[in-house]
């Protein structure tokens, strides 16, 4: 019996990504370091590293964790703009609530969800959200997943996460889940072996989900 699905944020949830990458673009361009799409989807989105990592052969801890701070402040900035959430999205929450448990499971930092989420009107639908501070280490690693089974008082086999990257079906696999991938923008043509399904579109979750849970 399916009793919880699990919703990455960004890239699922809202359109976010993109303005993380400029954010830190910029940030680099700063110092002379040059970040393609390519390698911020390789070292961010597949491996789970920090971007940052590129600049480690000429920079010491502490001048890293100095850009990681500009970045972060340029990336609010961003955000404080206005985020909307993903078309198709507020539909599926609104037919699954109350029917089992929803959470948000994100490697986001509170302060930007917090202002991603501030006019999106989709947290109403959640019963909870765990982000980066609620647990010990960021998705490849199966952390954010144990953390929210624990908070829904499920197996992993009563419950699916719902990703968009490959870090983040490898954290759900990692924990036990089944996953349903729906790869978006930077995303797409990513290596999704394992995953219960690979969707085109968020929309197609709901009738997924119901098979799912008639099949047990």
């Not at 990504?17 to 002379?32: D, M, S, V």
């Not at 972060?72 to 507020?90: D, F, M, Q, S, W």
């Not at 982000?131 to 908070?151: F, M, V």
Request: with cysteine.
């Amino acid at each position: 019996m399916l009793k919880a699905v699990f919703w990455d944020n960004d890239g699922v949830l809202v359109d976010t990504e993109h303005l993380y990458f400029e954010a830190t673009r910029a940030t680099l361009a700063e110092i002379g370091v040059t970040l393609t799409q390519a390698a911020f989807v390789d070292l961010s989105l597949c491996q789970g590293r920090s971007v940052f990592d590129i600049a480690r052969d000429r920079f010491d801890d502490i001048a890293i964790e100095q850009m990681r701070e500009r970045r972060n402040r340029r990336y609010a900035e961003r955000l404080r703009a206005g985020v909307a959430p993903l078309p198709g999205v507020e539909s599926v929450l609104a037919a699954l609530h109350g029917r089992v448990t929803l959470a948000v499971v994100t490697s986001s930092n509170l302060d930007h969800f917090e202002l991603m989420h501030g006019a999106s009107g989709l947290l109403r639908w959640f019963d909870f959200t765990l982000t980066n501070c609620d647990y010990a280490r960021s998705k490849p690693h199966p952390d954010p997943y144990d953390a929210a089974l624990a908070r829904a008082g499920c197996r992993a086999d009563e419950a699916v996460a719902i990703e968009d990257s490959e870090r983040g079906l490898a954290a759900a696999r990692a924990a036990g889940l089944r996953c349903i991938v729906v790869p978006r923008g930077f995303t797409r043509g990513g290596e999704f072996r394992g995953a219960y399904r690979v969707l085109e579109d968020v929309g197609e979750v709901g009738a997924v989900l119901k098979g799912m849970s008639e099949g047990g």
